[in-house]
């Protein structure tokens, strides 16, 4: 079972438009939700995070939305660019002493100069 | 400071080899994971150490041995593989008893004939 719904699967959008991914998520103990971004053939980074007391963080032309009532959380990138082509994964974590980080499924960007 | 390194890059054994990935980090992070990454999967937890001597179970950690006799090292043991174990393998370590900002290394891909 799938603890972090992550959508769409790939996405494609025109250089200069707002990439938009979405992630849910169940479990109400998690407290923790970072982005990560991944380029081919390479580890996945860390690109920003977010904890449930707001709802809202930005660094510089990422932005990750939280919307703790309805469990749902996003990232928005504002004025993509061909450079952000990569796979996004969506995580969630929970505060229990283990080392658990459960992953959505990815996105596939593509940014179309 | 050379991060999270892990060996090899590239892999293919035969079904019921046992092989060792390995991943060493040179950051002292007392936290290490290992995970399984897999086409619309995302990313898998196997096996994490909370440091030297400690290991536990992640979300998928049969057929997988680990063990953490120094800080620096953990390495992921494939005792009998199978060709479900085809993956790609990323090793992980960060600084604290909570998962912010994992560190990635660069993948081991693993093909099982």
């Known amino acids: 079972q799938q603890q972090v719904k992550q959508s769409p699967q790939s996405l494609i959008v025109q250089k200069g438009g707002i990439s938009i991914i979405n992630c849910a998520y169940e479990n109400t103990a998690f407290d923790y939700f970072p982005w990560y971004q991944q380029f081919p053939g390479k580890g996945p980074a860390l690109l920003i995070a977010i904890r449930p007391d707001v709802s809202e963080k930005k660094e510089g032309r990422f932005t990750i939305s939280f919307n703790k009532s309805a469990k749902q959380f996003s990232l928005h990138i504002m004025d993509s660019q061909p450079g952000d082509s990569a796979t996004y994964f969506c995580a969630a974590s929970g505060q229990t002493g283990a080392n658990n980080l459960f992953f959505g499924t990815g996105t596939r960007l593509t940014v179309i100069p | 400071n050379a991060g999270v390194t892990q060996t090899p890059k590239f892999q293919v054994l035969k079904t019921g080899q046992s092989m060792t990935l390995q991943c060493a980090q040179d950051m002292n992070h007392e936290y290490m994971s290992w995970y399984r990454q897999d086409p619309g999967m995302g990313l898998r937890l196997i096996h994490y150490?909370?440091?030297?001597?400690?290991?536990d179970q992640g979300e998928v950690p049969n057929g997988y041995n680990v063990s953490r006799s120094t800080t620096e090292d953990f390495p992921l043991r494939l005792l009998s593989a199978a060709p479900s174990q085809t993956s790609v393998y990323f090793c992980?370590?960060?600084?604290?008893?909570?998962?912010?900002?994992?560190?990635f290394g660069p993948g081991t891909r693993l093909t099982v004939l």
């Open positions: 992980a370590s960060n600084p604290t008893g909570t998962t912010d900002t994992q560190y």
């Open positions: 150490s909370v440091g030297a001597g400690i290991t």
